[in-house]
T-cell receptor, first 107, second 113 residues
Framework: GIQVEQSPPDLILQEGANSTLRCNFS?????LQWFHQNPWGQLINLFY???GTKQNGRLSATTVATERYSLLYISSSQTTDSGVYFC?????????FGAGTTVTVRA | DADVTQTPRNRITKTGKRIMLECSQT?????MYWYRQDPGLGLRLIYY???????NKGEISDGYSVSRQAQAKFSLSLESAIPNQTALYFC????????????FGPGTRLTVL
């Protein structure tokens, strides 16, 4: 299967700070999704972004498919942004997940 | 996603018991999936189904079985639960068309004592 590496594994931010999370993958993909897992365990779809750039409020994402990486940007972070961020990719139907980046935003 | 529901949301059971987790969706999607998440890790695929008559094993299917009762319903069974099946279980759906985005249910937290 496709290997997915996320960095950094942990990130501690002061409220209001900006940050960048990275996802590297080992093969071409037709699906790349970013998720936020909240403290209750729910997975929230952030972006479906197999290529290109998208923005949604304070979050944006860019995928450079030819170089096999994706970046998730969090701007003006808030305490509600805390949780684990997962990148997942697929070149068919099966999503392969990275190990996640745990983000802690301190007030 | 509210369009994908899972029951129960939490379950504690004992070793050797048979357990069924249920998933329903109102998105009209053909494809449904069961994943499991262990603490500190990403999700791994247990089973997937492209339609009612097409069911396939994922990467960790041993100890599990599934049933696709209808397009909208996909159940996961643990025939004889064991403690290392303690995990968070997610159901997901996707459309058969070009866009491959998967949508996840709220998860079922299963503890096997």
């Amino acid at each position: 299967g496709i290997q997915v590496e996320q960095s950094p594994p942990d990130l501690i931010l002061q409220e209001g700070a900006n940050s960048t999370l990275r996802c590297n993958f080992s093969d071409s993909v037709n699906n790349l999704q970013w998720f936020h897992q909240n403290p209750w365990g729910q997975l929230i779809n952030l972006f479906y972004i197999p290529s290109g750039t998208k923005q949604n409020g304070r979050l944006s994402a860019t995928t450079v498919a030819t170089e096999r990486y994706s970046l998730l940007y969090i701007s003006s972070s808030q305490t509600t942004d805390s949780g684990v961020y997962f990148c997942a990719v697929s070149n068919g139907y099966k999503l392969s997940f990275g190990a996640g980046t745990t983000v802690t935003v301190r007030a | 996603d509210a369009d994908v529901t899972q029951t129960p949301r939490n379950r504690i059971t004992k070793t050797g018991k048979r357990i069924m987790l249920e998933c329903s969706q109102t998105k009209g999607h053909d494809r449904m999936y069961w994943y499991r998440q262990d603490p500190g890790l990403g999700l791994r695929l247990i089973y997937y189904s492209f339609d009612v008559k097409d069911i396939n094993k994922g990467e960790i299917s041993d100890g599990y079985s599934v049933s696709r009762q209808a397009q909208a319903k996909f159940s996961l069974s643990l025939e004889s639960a064991i403690p290392n099946q303690t995990a968070l279980y997610f159901c997901a759906t996707s459309d058969r068309r070009e866009v491959h985005e998967q949508f996840f249910g709220p998860g079922t937290r299963l503890t096997v004592l």
